[in-house]
């Protein structure tokens, strides 16, 4: 009777243990998951991708690829480049279309584009690879048409029907200093034209005011020169990368730029708390 009683003392004990033991586990394992999910959600994943001037959709490839892998999904803009309300509306469906929020790449003229349709409340972030970080009131034309002594001058040619090109000649030097012989004289042969009155839109309202932005900066671009993407970066208070590329940077060095974007993609609803914790300790 004695000996019987111990062993069922013991084996209600044992049970006890391997009881208490497994609800451990599961309360170990929810909160493994909820650090999981608290973390997934700080990242966005949807990246939208904005061309600039005489290029279309299509240079993005390499970073596209890049960003897939890694497991964003990506929408590529081709926006066509006859007005910058036009563009812009182009882009802020692309921008409707996702599940969530989104971080909002532009390349050159990309870049207004981005700092126009930026408001949009959907975006999180905005990334400018080589491009134009306008204010209010500023267009692609005001800022290009007094360039500094010394700054190189891209070889436009006269607007023919309202639109514009480079010389194929001297793409290459100009737009794709760093991109393969072959491939830059494909993009010159390529070109698509740029309407005059997309470089003659202002900007409204500068979303860089309100969201965390990004910057990555061509050294050796002879399209923007790098000391004008110096003084937009600053203004509008950018994390600024500097790459020792030709303005062709997103198809000469797409892991740079998607690196960049994948930085964006995790640091911008972090940033954008920070911002709202600012302002409002500020009031």
């Not at 607007?159 to 010389?167: A, I, K, Q």
């Not at 005011?209 to 970066?233: G, I, N, V």
């Amino acid at each position: 009777m004695k000996n019987n009683a111990v062993a069922m003392a013991m084996g209600v004990k044992t049970r006890i243990i391997y009881g208490a033991l497994a609800i451990m586990t599961i309360i170990l394992s929810m909160g493994e998951n909820t650090m999981a999910q608290t973390k997934s959600t700080t990242v966005v994943r949807n990246i939208v991708l904005v061309h600039g001037g005489f290029v279309d959709g299509s240079g993005w490839e390499g970073v596209y690829n890049v960003l897939k892998k890694d497991g964003y999904t990506v929408t590529i803009v081709q926006n066509p480049t006859i007005s910058l309300a036009d563009d812009v509306a182009v882009t802020k469906r692309a921008i409707a279309a996702q599940n969530g929020p989104v971080i909002l790449v532009g390349h050159s003229y990309g870049g207004a584009v981005i700092t126009e349709a930026g408001n949009d409340p959907k975006v999180a972030g905005l990334v400018y690879i080589a491009a134009f970080a306008l204010d209010k009131g500023e267009s692609v034309s005001s800022l290009i048409k007094d360039p500094p002594p010394g700054a190189p001058v891209p070889p436009i040619l006269p607007p023919v029907d309202g639109f514009l090109l480079l010389d194929k000649a001297k793409f290459p030097a100009s737009f794709a200093g760093d991109v393969s012989p072959e491939e830059a004289e494909f993009m010159a042969d390529s070109q698509v034209p740029w309407g005059v009155n997309a470089l003659g839109g202002t900007i409204s309202e500068a979303a860089w005011k309100a969201k965390p932005c990004w910057y990555l900066l061509t050294t050796e671009d002879r399209m923007l020169p790098p000391d004008a993407q110096r003084l937009m970066s600053k203004r509008a208070g950018a994390t600024v990368v500097e790459v020792k590329s030709s303005h062709a940077v997103y198809v000469s060095q797409p892991q740079a730029v998607a690196h960049l974007i994948e930085k964006a993609a995790t640091g911008a609803l972090e940033a954008a708390n920070d911002r709202e914790t600012t302002t409002a300790a500020a009031r």
